[in-house]
């Protein structure tokens, strides 16, 4: 009996010895953080309309046929790059007839003022009166002046034939072709519409009991769908003070930094604008929360219980925030939040610190 007593003792002991190890294995390494006091700011998300800073339709600076259209809808052009060309055949031979009286007006300028020097070289040697120089001087002028004349007229007919294309005022991408070849064009018809897009600006409605909270200088965050889910940066260039008197709101003007090929005009995109007046938080990481079906949210907090750290779940409630979440109730300044490891815990479980501050 005394023996069978003591294998059973003995057995208790083992078990006890390996309880210990189980124990301790059973405890989720987890890395936790201390939650911050940071300075937010209130915010306001409004929605708008992205458009182009330039954009313009584009119209031929004479009338005329059109003769080639170098670009589609689509197209990405340099500026400075020929879009369109109309027929330019009688204006190029108007040049060439304009060309032919420039050479005519210089060949009688040279012989005038040949002729005046000659009269100066005469007079002097006294075989030619000095009326006659006179005369000659005055001719030579005369050529001149026409030289002069002829020549602007060149000038003017090479820049009517210039006219005749369509450049590109701006690097840009081609919204819509308005015409084809064939086609008579006048002067102030439409017939490309380009758009820059390397500079994006976002309009949006600012309700009148926040315009004077928006400044110039308020943080401002786009949130674009053509973007993906990372923010732009932004920047208010423009505040209209002049109201919608239907919707009492103001006009905003964003410019979008660092948009360039990213965004689409006539698209539409959210600003969250940071108000005046910031103020002291609390703030965990994104990743420390839990998210319930119904929207509600939840972090686990490390607290000590009969000498083992265990996880202990709560409900939080948030404000704003990016990386950093605004924690308006559910936690103090001095909690330990789990930030990983937190998916596979339960509400009690023992855990133990593997990294964190």
Do not use: C
């Amino acid at each position: 009996m005394s023996r069978r007593l003591s294998r059973i003792a003995a057995g208790a002991v083992v078990a006890a010895a390996l309880a210990v190890p189980a124990l301790a294995q059973d405890a989720v390494p987890v890395t936790v953080v201390t939650p911050k006091q940071v300075e937010v700011s209130e915010q306001v998300r409004l929605t708008g309309t992205l458009t182009a800073e330039r954009s313009a339709r584009l119209s031929p600076r004479v009338d005329g046929l059109v003769a080639r259209v170098q670009v589609d809808a689509g197209d990405r052009v340099k500026a400075g790059a020929p879009l369109l060309e109309l027929d330019a055949a009688v204006a190029r031979l108007a040049l060439q007839r304009a060309q032919a009286g420039t050479a005519e007006a210089e060949a009688r300028s040279a012989e005038a003022q040949r002729l005046a020097e000659e009269a100066r070289r005469l007079v002097a040697e006294r075989h030619l009166p000095r009326t006659e120089l006179e005369r000659r001087e005055a001719e030579a002028t005369l050529a001149a002046a026409a030289l002069a004349a002829s020549k602007a007229a060149e000038r003017e007919q090479a820049e009517l034939v210039r006219r005749h294309v369509v450049p590109a005022p701006f690097a840009g991408v081609v919204a819509r072709r308005l015409t084809d070849v064939g086609e008579w064009v006048a002067r102030g018809t439409p017939v490309l519409e380009l758009v820059a897009t390397d500079r994006i600006r976002l309009d949006v409605q600012a309700p009148q009991e926040r315009f004077n909270d928006i400044r110039e200088d308020s943080p401002v965050q786009v949130i674009a769908d053509a973007s993906g889910p990372e923010p732009l940066t932004g920047r208010i260039v423009a505040k209209v003070p002049v109201s919608d008197p239907t919707a009492r709101t103001f006009l905003v003007r964003i410019l979008i930094e660092g948009a360039a090929g990213r965004l689409l005009p006539g698209t539409s995109a959210a600003a969250v604008i940071g108000l005046a007046g910031a103020q002291q938080a609390l703030a965990v990481p994104r990743d420390a929360l839990l998210r319930y079906p119904d929207g509600t949210h939840s972090v686990f907090v490390l607290r000590v219980s009969e000498g083992r750290t265990i996880a202990e779940e709560r409900r939080v409630r948030l404000g704003r925030g990016g990386a950093q979440v605004e924690v308006l109730e559910g936690l103090a300044p001095g909690d330990r939040v789990v930030i990983r490891g937190n998916e596979r815990l339960r509400n009690g479980q023992p855990v133990r610190i593997a990294g964190g501050a």
